[in-house]
């Protein structure tokens, strides 16, 4: 069974900085399918921050641009969500989340059918 485990959540200050880490277990989804940062803030609709294809491919969605970044390490099956310049309107839940069933153009993929708990970001004024 696949498993998603996020961490790196937490309280902090506009202009701040933070890194968010997913960790992938369970039948081999690292490296071999679509893998993807959300983010979903109280009385909206979910987003995708950004994707990781199977070749190690990283894509940021382009409101995200110039500020988060994507960082993979490979040997831990962990994906890394790096946020820099937080501003109070980053403050969501940020959810990783794979589907096996896609591999690449992962920014595009409709739906995500394999999700983590969650980690809550919250940034302050």
């Known amino acids: 069974q696949v498993q998603l485990s996020e961490s790196g959540g937490g309280s902090v200050q506009s202009g701040d900085s933070l890194t968010l880490s997913c960790v992938a277990s369970?039948?081999?989804?690292?490296?071999?399918?679509?893998m993807g940062w959300f983010r979903q803030a109280p009385g909206k609709e979910r987003e995708v921050v950004a994707s990781?294809?199977?070749?190690?491919?990283?894509t940021i969605a382009n409101s995200f641009k110039g500020r988060f970044t994507l960082s993979e390490d490979n040997n831990k099956n962990t994906l890394s969500l790096i946020m820099t310049h937080l501003t109070p309107e980053d403050t969501a839940m940020y959810f990783c989340?794979?589907?096996?069933?896609?591999?690449?153009?992962?920014?595009?993929?409709?739906?995500?059918?394999?999700w983590g708990q969650g980690t809550q970001v919250t940034v302050s004024s």
């Open positions: 369970g039948p081999r989804i690292y490296g071999t399918s679509c």
């Open positions: 990781l294809d199977f070749d190690g491919t990283k």
């Open positions: 989340a794979a589907e096996p069933s896609h591999r690449e153009w992962c920014i595009l993929v409709p739906e995500y059918n394999y």
